[in-house]
């Protein structure tokens, strides 16, 4: 039962993940990607990171998709109002998109079986663990990082002002 | 939290690597075929995802914390991603009244 939960938990993601890009309305693109989100909390959790798993639901599913939600709100395309590309464009991308997944499966198949994954240590993902890892070896790109999430939110703030000849 | 640590044994490491491959050729499939340009934003959302699982399920394998650091920065990367992007595709609605991609197309020659 605990093993077959992982491969429960993987075809919940590739089936919400597929939903998300083969639906017609955006809204419920949205309302996917937000489940295959949360399907990817779960492999955290399975995985024990679980700050990471926290941080997953926190940010992605709880930021990032408002964000894409007000946006879509706020632009009034909850309607199904996309021109379709031509089939034939269509037939292209998908067996583009085939042609790099056996690619890259081809590759992982010339490695010899993997070992399974063994948990060597339990606190590995755990807060108290990242918290010492990220404040002392990664202390620069954390304070980095910093930065690049204020120069974000100067770029975001500028470039959503109304420029002042056009109000 | 025993019993957590117990469920993930036994599971291969390529069982991972093509989970996320698969979910990567998804996201790119959705930035080929799709032309609104909020969904091929939400497709990259996904393949930056399908590294993170990556790379989480290459920590725990190897036992080593950094590759879980590294999803947390990719995290605040993808959240500062997300804020400019909006923002410019907030901007593009603005000045053509659509957010079809093949709009866009002033800089081909």
Redo the contacts between chains.
């Keep these: 039962m605990n093993i077959s939960l992982f491969y429960f938990v993987a075809f919940l993601s590739i089936f919400f993940s597929l939903l998300v890009i083969f639906s017609k309305n955006p809204v419920h693109s949205v309302l996917y990607l937000i489940v295959t989100f949360f399907t990817f909390t779960v492999h955290y959790i399975l995985l024990n990171a679980q700050f990471l798993a926290i941080v997953n639901f926190i940010v992605y599913m709880g930021a990032i998709m408002v964000l894409f939600l007000f946006v879509l709100m706020l632009l009034n395309l909850n309607k199904e109002s996309e021109p379709a590309k031509s089939p034939l464009l269509k037939i292209a991308g998908v067996v583009a998109g085939m042609c790099l997944l056996v690619t890259v499966a081809g590759s992982v198949k010339t490695l010899h079986t993997s070992n399974p994954i063994v948990l060597q240590s339990p606190t590995l993902g755990l807060v108290k663990n990242l918290g010492k890892v990220l404040f002392s070896d990664f202390l620069l790109p954390f304070e980095v990082s910093s930065i690049l999430l204020l120069s974000a939110m100067v770029g975001a703030v500028l470039l959503a002002k109304r420029e002042p000849n056009d109000a | 939290?025993e019993?957590?640590?117990?469920?993930?044994?036994?599971?291969?490491?390529?069982?991972?690597?093509?989970?996320s491959?698969?979910?990567?050729?998804?996201?790119?499939?959705?930035v080929?075929?799709?032309?609104?340009a909020?969904?091929i934003?939400?497709?990259v959302?996904?393949m930056l995802?399908a590294v993170?699982?990556l790379l989480?399920?290459f920590?725990?394998?190897s036992?080593d914390?950094?590759g879980?650091?590294f999803?947390?920065?990719i995290?605040?990367?993808?959240?500062?991603?997300?804020?400019?992007g909006?923002?410019?595709?907030?901007?593009i609605?603005?000045n053509t009244n659509s957010?079809?991609i093949?709009v866009l197309n002033r800089l081909k020659w």
């Design positions: 939290m019993h957590i640590t117990k469920a993930i044994q036994g599971i291969p490491l390529n069982h991972y690597i093509l989970l491959a698969i979910i990567f050729s998804i996201g790119v499939i959705g080929l075929i799709r032309r609104n909020i969904v934003f939400m497709s959302e996904l995802n993170n699982l989480t399920a920590s725990a394998y036992g914390a950094a879980q650091v999803v947390f920065f995290m605040a990367l993808a959240a500062a991603e997300v804020a400019i909006l923002a410019i595709i907030v901007m609605y603005r957010i079809d093949n």
